[in-house]
């Protein structure tokens, strides 16, 4: 009876397994015929290093690069750490004021480019005593041991010239990236598509044997409604928590959208997957294999991607992996 018992689930799991590979062999088909290429997005840790140290580098070096009378003062290297200065302080100080305005005005949920406005117009009262006290510093430096007058004298800006700059530069650049380099920015929401379901509107009209579509839509998680091409919950191969936003990973596509993780969980059929760590939800059916070393574990899924499993769920994976007869192997975490 056992021996029957462990043939069953083992012919079980192969038809999961085999369905997920036939539904994501189906998606992807589907997207090439529509010409759009599955192509993955950069990890996230790369699209905020471009944002948060990239792009103040760039705009230290241009901004040297047009200033002659800098470089034939201190030299090139001397122009690019006057602008570095100018550069790196207030591009943190920009993100952290804007951020604050973003929690402060989380109630209102002002729309994004009020808020980039508002933000960077707070961060220029604090940055320009800062920026005007790096040059007069530098400036008082140079006529201590120069005849000449001080090239640095033209980078004083009163706070209209330097609010404008600085708004438009922080503006364009966080539109930049939250559009089209995939890094949200400062946003509460994104538009629900017409997917978008209103449990309290009228019932609308019955399919053909009696099934309800609302009832149907209304089942399906809410999140899916935020993403784009009508993906499935059934192809998802795990959830992501990244701050406030989740990345719904599919067969060779990854989707970021705004929304709290804990909403996402409850949304899921249970029976569908489970939570392996505070971060991590995963497809029942997308999983692999168990890996265990010690007191570390993580799955192995059939996208080829490794999740941990945190403590407090591996015994609910231990009890998983016995139910569905995934293999547990030793090795990495």
Same mark, same amino acid.
């Given at each position: 009876m056992r021996h029957e018992l462990v043939?069953?689930?083992?012919?079980?799991?192969?038809?999961?397994?085999?369905?997920?590979?036939?539904?994501?062999?189906?998606?992807?088909l589907s997207q090439a015929t529509e010409g759009e290429p599955a192509r993955p997005l950069p990890r996230l840790f790369w699209r905020r290093l471009a944002f948060f140290a990239g792009v103040?580098?760039?705009? @230290?070096? $241009?901004?040297?690069?047009?200033?002659?009378?800098?470089?034939?003062a201190v030299g090139y290297p001397g122009a690019i750490l006057f602008y570095l200065a100018h550069a790196f302080i207030p591009w943190w100080t920009t993100c952290l004021v804007t951020q604050g305005c973003w929690w402060a005005l989380r109630s209102w949920q002002p729309p994004q480019l009020i808020l980039l406005t508002v933000?960077?117009?707070? @961060?220029?009262?604090?940055?320009?005593p800062y920026s005007n006290w !790096?040059? +007069?510093?530098?400036?008082?430096? $140079?006529q201590a041991s120069h005849a000449e007058a001080s090239p640095f004298a033209e980078a004083h800006l009163g706070f !209209?010239?330097?609010?404008?700059r600085a708004s438009l530069v922080w503006i364009v650049i966080n539109l930049v990236f939250d559009r089209w380099v995939g890094l949200p920015r400062y946003r509460y929401s994104r538009p629900v598509t017409e997917a978008a379901v209103d449990i309290n509107s009228d019932?609308?009209? #019955?399919?053909? +044997?009696?099934?309800?579509?609302q009832t149907e839509m209304a089942a399906s998680p809410r999140f899916l409604a935020r993403l784009p091409d009508n993906l499935s919950a059934k192809d998802l191969v795990m959830l992501k928590a990244e701050q406030h936003y989740i990345q719904a990973y599919f067969p060779k596509r990854r989707v970021m959208t705004l929304y709290r993780f804990s909403d996402a969980l409850q949304e899921l059929d249970s029976s569908l997957g489970m939570q392996v760590h505070r971060s991590y939800w995963v497809?029942?059916?997308?999983?692999?294999?168990?890996?265990?070393? +010690?007191?570390?574990?993580?799955?192995? #899924?059939?996208?080829?991607?490794? !999740?941990? !499993?945190? +403590?407090? $769920?591996? @015994?609910?994976?231990?009890?998983?992996?016995?139910?569905l007869d995934l293999p547990v192997k030793p090795g990495g975490a």
């Open positions: 043939r069953f689930r083992s012919i079980d799991r192969t038809w999961r397994q085999e369905n997920f590979k036939l539904s994501t062999g189906a998606q992807q103040p580098l760039i705009v @230290a070096i $241009y901004a040297a690069a047009n200033n002659w009378s800098i470089i034939e933000g960077t117009l707070l @961060a220029c009262v604090i940055i320009l !790096v040059t +007069g510093t530098l400036e008082s430096y $140079y !209209v010239s330097y609010a404008v019932p609308g009209p #019955m399919q053909a +044997g009696g099934t309800d579509v497809n029942k059916s997308a999983i692999q294999s168990v890996r265990k070393r +010690g007191r570390q574990m993580s799955l192995e #899924m059939l996208d080829g991607s490794s !999740v941990p !499993v945190s +403590g407090p $769920y591996q @015994a609910l994976v231990r009890q998983a992996a016995a139910d």
